[in-house]
């Protein structure tokens, strides 16, 4: 059986949320499904120590604040969590847990979402599946030879579980510099911390609310047509939380150069050098989570769609929310997801 309404919202987490809070205000007819099975999105999947970069009153979904975290400056994951269920909780958002959407499709003026729980036939079609589940790792030789464990941020918790281990954490990144410390403060881990270039800590009394900034300052002066700032990149690559700034200033933190090649037991340099590991945590990033929509055909030669804003230019009744700055200055943020997800629902109000 065909379900009909005028927008299908794919994916739950906080994108998919900030969509239904805005497409509400548009008096629109929605649903959001979500392939989990309870409320948080990513955030419900990631690891003991995690905190945002960001006070509470900085990290909220449009309409409603993040309330403080007793005794926390910067909230952990399981306080985003229930945010996010309280969020849809309030505002009363129709998310469908446990469905899973496995393509869009054309049908005429309108387009076809096909779920494993049934098909809807919407005006329009917010994507918002975000990239955790689509982990990234890289080619390395001889990574099939090495017999020890291998994992990526997604399934990395705590230090417990690598005690009297050697580590190798493979990342230049936040999750790699937030992990690597995670497990260099523990002392019952042995870490070595390999980076593709050496590590750029962002100065110490930058968080959040500063990169929110510079993001947008930087998506301004390219709409404008001035001198690209280079944003956040050019900053630098790590901010400097509390346990990484820890870490660091031990002298826990020092990155070596990423390896040649995997052993049997270990990892080897490209000048011969060779270190024994019993697992390998890859921080190596992600890939924007968009098979569902393949039978478009919209990728470009990079994988990403193009887009005017958030509206798919091959689709406009397309849009992709949330998987970063191709798709609105800092969407992948708490707070930055709110005002490109404000303007995909106006554009959609104004379909035919």
Known sequence: MTQHTD???????????AAGYHLRRQRLD???????????????????SLHLFSPAQHSSLPGRLMPAQP?????GAGHVVD?????????????????????VRRDADRLLVEADSGTWRARAVISATGSWSRPFLPAVSGRSTFTGRQLHTVNYRSPADFADQRVVVVGGGNSGAQIAADLALDGQVDVTWVTQRPPRFLPDDIDGRALFDVATARRCALDAGRTDTGGVASLGDIV???????ARDAGLLTAKPMFAQFTASGVRWADGSQSSADAIVWCTGFRPALAHLAPLNLRGPRGHIPTDGT??????RLHL????????????TLIGVGRPARDAAREIAQLS
């Open 321 to 332: 929310l949330g998987y970063g700055d191709w798709t609105g200055p800092a969407s992948a």
């Open 240 to 246: 400097a939380v509390a346990p990484v700034r820890a």
């Open 71 to 75: 005794g926390e400056t910067y909230p």
């Open 311 to 316: 509206r798919a230019l091959g689709e406009p």
């Open 7 to 17: 927008v299908v919202v794919v994916g739950g987490g906080q994108a998919g949320l």
């Open 83 to 103: 945010y996010l269920a309280d969020y849809e909780k309030h505002y009363d958002l129709p998310v469908h847990y446990g469905t899973r959407v496995d393509a």
């Open 30 to 48: 929605f649903v959001i499904l979500d392939a989990e099975a309870a409320p948080g999105g990513s955030w419900q999947h990631m690891w003991d």
